[in-house]
């Protein structure tokens, strides 16, 4: 049996050996040095400058200086310009020209406007042209599916848009209960029971990780599958828009309307079982209709956010508000926030010390995860952005409770809540809810935070009621929207990777009167903490011991 070697070998060599490597070595590097000779020398030279002696010797830097910004201007727009020719071609590839059938006239309108009103995009401002598209979806749609996240309902309902949808005639109204895998199963049951004596509501949990168009996701058998990857509700939402379409005998129009962040573009692309529409952790993603036909019989038309009134609560504001078009504050938004959740559950998900004020747990909270300023003072607002963006983001659990006692929304009656239901198959959509939330793994109580709803949260659908803004504000926007755009350019090139990502630096627009140093952060500290998962490895391999305030 062959001994096991004890020691490492040894570097020893014969002198013969290093000697032949050394003139080796030295004969390549006279090779190297010829060649060198014969090519010449190509050093670049210094630019010596203009000459003290030389006349007229400052208009000529201002003029080089200017010329140098010229072209870094047009260098710039030339970018700009190709990256808006390559985001056409990508919609004219995702988007298919719809078929109009003889009945409909609405679907010729929508087709011949597409272009006009891309166009009117960019030069309307996005509250004005927000309002604009989200009427068109209103008026085009024989359906309209209002997209509320489970884990507050009654904050997810605008009491205008649905009075808009009453006053438009036979027009049927659906809610759709999203992200209902982050609330507690009893808590989604007490929530389904109080919408449904009001409107059909359809228990829904949109799937997240689709590819590219035409690339679905295979799942191995053997390994279980991911939480974002499994759909639910959608079979149940499918039989009661065919029920609708078959009692009625004509195509129809599925319209998807919502407040920012509650899912509408995942539950067209959960529909089609494709990656059609532009989806992100961003709020605002989406600026104009899209028309996505499921087949023959149902069109689907994806539509931008609400937009929020400013008489509503800070604490809608700070919820409801989609960062490309509101300017918020990320600490008074945080502090709105952490006002209405309850102290106990915040101290157990965050892992915190018990606080007396928002300012300490913001203080606590950058301890914790270890956002330190320079000179090692805790990043207060840095900690502020990272609860605003966990709580509006799709991972954090959380719940409210539904109203004791049931009352009737003023826009709504008995009458219009009876004719909303016809056409339907509502003891089909019971059973199909109830299988539902017995597939969906639904958060537990101890892990969530108890939130305190505000009610309903006021919308702008004129025009005329939107707000002037101050100079300042325009000129934060443009620059907003040349930056989205932009990112939104490079979402779409990446595929999977946008929905798998956590929010970049598009997610932190809401706040443009942050330092150089806290976009620094919120492009790398706002990957880090997206997702539970992540948050929890960093816990672990952090030294806490080296916390100081």
């Known amino acids: 049996m062959k001994r096991p070697k004890l020691k490492k070998a040894s570097k020893r060599m014969t002198c013969h050996k290093r000697y032949k490597i050394q003139k080796k070595v030295r004969e390549h590097h006279r090779k190297l040095r010829k060649e060198a000779k014969k090519r010449g020398r190509k050093k670049p030279r210094k630019d010596p400058g203009v000459p003290n002696s030389a006349p007229f010797k400052e208009a000529l830097l201002r003029e080089a200086e200017l010329r140098k910004q010229r072209l870094e201007e047009l260098k710039q727009q030339q970018k700009l310009d190709r990256q808006k020719e390559q985001e056409k071609k990508r919609k004219l590839e995702t988007q298919p020209a719809v078929e109009p059938s003889s009945g409909e006239p609405v679907k010729e309108e929508l087709g011949q406007g597409k272009a006009k009103n891309k166009a009117k995009l960019g030069k309307q401002s996005p509250k004005k042209s927000y309002c604009q598209e989200l009427k068109k979806v209103i008026e085009a749609s024989d359906v309209v599916l209002e997209v509320l996240d489970a884990r507050d309902p009654l904050g997810c309902r605008c ?55 035409g690339k679905l996701i295979k799942v191995k058998k053997k390994a279980a599958p991911f939480k974002s990857k499994v759909c639910f509700g959608k079979d149940g939402l499918m039989k009661l828009l065919r029920g609708f379409q078959d009692t009625c005998g004509k195509a129809i129009c599925v319209g998807v309307i919502g407040f920012p962040n509650v899912g509408k573009s995942s539950i067209v692309n959960s529909l089609k079982q494709e990656r059609t529409c532009n989806v992100g952790l961003s709020m605002g993603l989406t600026r104009s209709m899209q028309v996505v036909p499921l087949d023959k019989q149902i069109t689907i038309i994806d539509s931008p956010s609400i937009i929020v009134s400013p008489l509503n609560s800070a604490t809608a504001l700070a919820m409801r508000s989609p960062a490309s078009i509101e300017v918020v504050k990320p600490v008074e938004a945080a502090h709105a926030i952490l006002s209405q959740a309850d102290a106990r559950q915040v ?44 709580w509006t983001g799709a991972t954090l659990g959380y719940y409210s409770q539904p109203p004791t006692s049931w009352t009737c929304c003023p826009h709504l009656n008995e009458r219009i809540v009876a004719e909303m239901k016809l056409g339907f198959n509502m003891e089909e959509l019971k059973k199909n809810n109830v299988h539902s ?83 620094q952060f919120c492009s790398q500290e706002a990957r880090s903490f997206a997702m539970d998962k992540t948050i929890k490895e960093e816990e672990d391999a952090y030294d806490f011991s080296t916390d100081y305030v």
């Open 159 to 213: 009491p205008q848009v649905e009075e808009a949808i009453v006053q438009g005639g036979q027009k049927r109204l659906v809610l759709v209960l999203n992200k209902s895998d982050l609330v507690p199963r009893e808590n989604l049951e007490s929530w389904l029971s109080y919408l449904e004596k009001e409107l059909p509501t359809v228990v829904f949990r949109a799937s997240t990780n689709w590819r590219d168009k």
């Open 437 to 519: 939330i017995q597939a969906i793994r639904g958060s537990r109580s101890a892990s969530s935070i108890l939130f305190r709803s505000s009610g309903l949260t006021n919308g702008i659908i004129e025009e005329e009621d939107i707000p002037e803004e101050l100079p300042k504000q325009k000129e934060r926007k443009q620059e907003e929207d040349i930056d989205s755009d932009q990112e939104s350019v490079g979402s779409e090139e990446a595929g999977e990777k946008n929905s798998d990502m956590s929010p970049a630096e598009d997610t932190w627009e809401a706040f443009p009167e942050e330092s150089q140093a806290g976009k």
């Open 347 to 390: 101290v157990l998900k965050f892992t915190v010390p018990e606080y007396k004020d928002p300012l300490e747990f913001f203080t606590l909270l950058a301890q914790r995860r270890g956002l330190h300023q320079k000179g090692g003072s805790p990043n207060v607002e840095g900690a502020a952005k990272l609860l605003w963006s966990e």
